[in-house]
């Protein structure tokens, strides 16, 4: 069939048909239509998207947590997802919580120490810096570019120390205080102590594996031998308060027992099951 033949066959229908059928008109303003929807739909989704990041950066969610222990007389050291470095001493846990605009550790139990890694912009802009902060208990320290070490007490305070640059400490009730390098205080849940000048390196040999006392009572030397491991010792009362000096590796506790009757007025004795026994030389006061 030619097409005029077929243009004069449709010819009375033509109006039905264009009833039915869109103008060019019509298909132009639904197209504009469709195009100003499509645009409001991601419009709507972009600022869905704005809005849920911005509620993420405000609840601070964590992305990646771990847990760093050891056990009674180890010791060890981790790098973290973001750099820093924490070593930990004999029998401790530090729980680990990276968030996204802040770094949550807390200390559970033991000593450990912390070497923060920080932001290429750290220096410019501190402010865009993700906060690194220790919980021991109520006591919270918060690093200010910084190495420092933190120790949980059997009295249950929390004795911190700074290697390199400051922290600020607080603990819910007293006023905040920044702690610098080479000082040190304890930490209570009702007190802080004000800042002593410590020598730091002493606190932390033992990330070198030695242990140094430093005119330290006998009685504490002991309990801080302890701390690596069973040690079958006992002190008399009249020699726990001798004091004593040095520096000791310690993977040779039994040897600076033995060791002490050339460096303190003690003798040493032996119990049936081995033990030592330590107890002041007769008519001596002070250690030598």
């Not at 704005?50 to 964590?62: F, M, N």
């Not at 310690?250 to 033995?258: F, P």
């Not at 004795?269 to 330590?278: K, L, V």
Request: hydrophobic share 40%.
């Amino acid at each position: 069939m030619r097409a005029t033949e077929l243009e004069s066959a449709l010819a009375p229908y033509a109006d039905a048909l264009r009833a039915h059928l869109p103008s060019a008109d019509d298909i132009l303003q639904r197209a504009a239509q469709r195009r100003r929807k499509a645009g409001a739909r991601r419009k709507g989704v972009a600022l869905a998207l704005c809005l849920a990041a911005g509620a993420a950066w405000w609840a601070d969610p964590a992305y990646h947590t771990q847990t760093l222990a050891t056990a009674l007389g180890e010791r060890s050291a981790w790098t973290l997802a973001d750099g820093s470095r924490v070593h930990l001493n004999t029998g401790s846990r530090v729980d680990v919580a990276l968030h996204l605009r802040s770094r949550r550790l807390s200390l559970a139990s033991g000593e450990a120490s912390f070497e923060v890694a920080h932001a290429p912009w750290h220096t410019l802009l501190p402010a865009l810096e993700r906060g690194f902060t220790v919980q021991v208990g109520a006591t919270r320290i918060e690093d200010i570019g910084t190495v420092f070490n933190v120790r949980r007490l059997q009295d249950g305070a929390v004795e911190v120390s700074v290697q390199q640059g400051r922290v600020r400490i607080d603990n819910g009730h007293a006023q905040s205080i920044e702690l610098g390098q080479g000082q040190v205080l304890r930490a209570t849940p009702r007190a802080l102590s004000q800042p002593e000048p410590a020598e730091v390196e002493n606190l932390t040999a033992w990330h070198h594996g030695r242990i140094v006392f430093d005119d330290t009572p006998l009685a504490d030397a002991i309990a801080e031998l302890r701390r690596y491991g069973p040690l079958p010792v006992t002190l008399r009362d009249d020699a726990a308060q001798l004091r004593i000096s040095g520096q000791f590796e310690l993977g040779n506790r039994e040897q600076l027992i033995a060791l002490l009757p050339h460096f303190a007025p003690v003798r040493l004795g032996r119990a049936a099951d081995g033990t030592s026994i330590i107890e002041r030389l007769p008519g001596s006061t002070h250690a030598r």
